[in-house]
């Protein structure tokens, strides 16, 4: 079969007066009172558990250890990074040291529910949760950290970039040698500098008053990176020119086997155009863009024959409900007016 099918997406415009008055649509947290801490022992493949720590703190950052339970010895590592709730409220994305991030689900009964690479269910009998403890639980993270250092009136101070997370830096180890080159290196007296190093965090004695206070041991100073910042806490793949492929369509996972092509879109700013697949067919049509709002025009696809379309009418509808977005690191939700999750999609850009 051949020609062009054509599917309407609303009236031009209906979307231009939602981009005009409209802005993204925020979730309520069920996360709860925070800093809080969830724990619990989940499957391993090659040793006896893992025992998760994971504590959220305010300012959406989080730090975890993960101890792996052997035979001879215990393994523990740790990870600092920033945390957010995706638009269903429901759904957390812990973005850290590893690329796309983790996802957990946040039960009815408030406990963590892990969830695959793309933030599916995993339909499994074993132990995936992580219950929430009464108390905070604290984490004493020892780590190869990036952060901007600085040292003014016989203070030394260290913020963490992947967290956002600061502290009092010890004058005892290695610091010597990080004092030395920050020195060398800074641009004035008191300005930050970007340094990379091995330390711990552990309590220590308040530099003022009673009392003790986290406080970074730098263990090993390992260099300076000059004119660099912090990357954002949360990096942004920019909505316009990625090759975006969704990983769920309302609440239903998308699931591509090797016989079929997997659905995609990209976004070209100059010409406001859209290009991709539904999966079977080639798409294109017109969109419009504002500030946490999309909206797409009457979109066009060839008439191919295929197995199944189920997948593709279903996108294809969904794009068509499209009225705001959000982006969360390297994951787009598409979102209808009311707010209510239509796609979500992960960046699939071609290396």
Request: aromatic share 8%; charged share 25%.
């Amino acid at each position: 079969m051949s020609g062009r099918r054509r599917y309407a997406t609303g009236p031009a415009l209906g979307c231009a007066l939602l981009l005009a008055c409209c802005g993204p649509a925020m979730a309520a947290s069920a996360l709860g009172s925070l800093p809080a801490t969830f724990s619990g022992v989940l499957p391993c493949a090659d040793c006896m558990g893992i025992q998760v720590q994971l504590n959220l703190l305010p300012e959406s950052a989080y730090v975890q250890r993960m101890t792996y339970r052997r035979d001879a010895h215990d393994d523990s590592w740790y990870e600092l990074g920033a945390w957010s709730l995706l638009s269903d409220g429901r759904t957390l994305l812990l973005t850290g040291d590893r690329e796309g991030g983790a996802y957990w689900a946040v039960t009815a009964t408030g406990a963590l529910r892990k969830l695959d690479r793309e933030g599916n269910r995993i339909d499994s009998n074993l132990p995936y949760e992580l219950s929430r403890r009464p108390r905070l639980e604290s984490i004493e993270p020892r780590a190869k950290m990036q952060g901007m250092f600085r040292y003014l009136a016989d203070a030394a101070r260290f913020r963490e970039c992947r967290s956002g997370l600061q502290w009092p830096v010890a004058m005892s180890e290695d610091y010597l040698a990080l004092e030395k080159a920050y020195g060398a290196r800074r641009t004035a007296p008191g300005a930050e500098l970007l340094v990379s190093l091995n330390g711990r965090v552990e309590q220590r004695p308040r530099r003022e008053g009673s009392g003790t206070e986290p406080t970074l041991v730098v263990e090993r100073f390992l260099l300076t990176l000059p004119g660099k910042q912090c990357e954002p806490r949360e990096p942004q793949t920019g909505l316009e020119r990625t090759r975006w492929r969704p990983t769920r369509i309302a609440d239903r996972a998308v699931v591509v086997s090797a016989e079929q092509r997997e659905p995609w879109f990209v976004l070209e700013p100059r010409t406001k155009r859209i290009t991709g697949s539904g999966g079977c067919d080639r798409i294109s049509g017109s969109y419009e863009a504002g500030e946490g709002t999309l909206c797409f025009g009457t979109l066009v696809s060839t008439q191919m024959a295929c197995p199944s379309m189920d997948t593709e009418a279903a996108f294809l509808a969904a794009l068509g409900a499209t009225r705001r977005y959000r982006v969360f690191g390297h994951i787009l939700e598409l979102l209808d007016e009311h707010g209510q999750l239509l796609v979500r999609l992960e960046e699939r850009n071609l290396k």
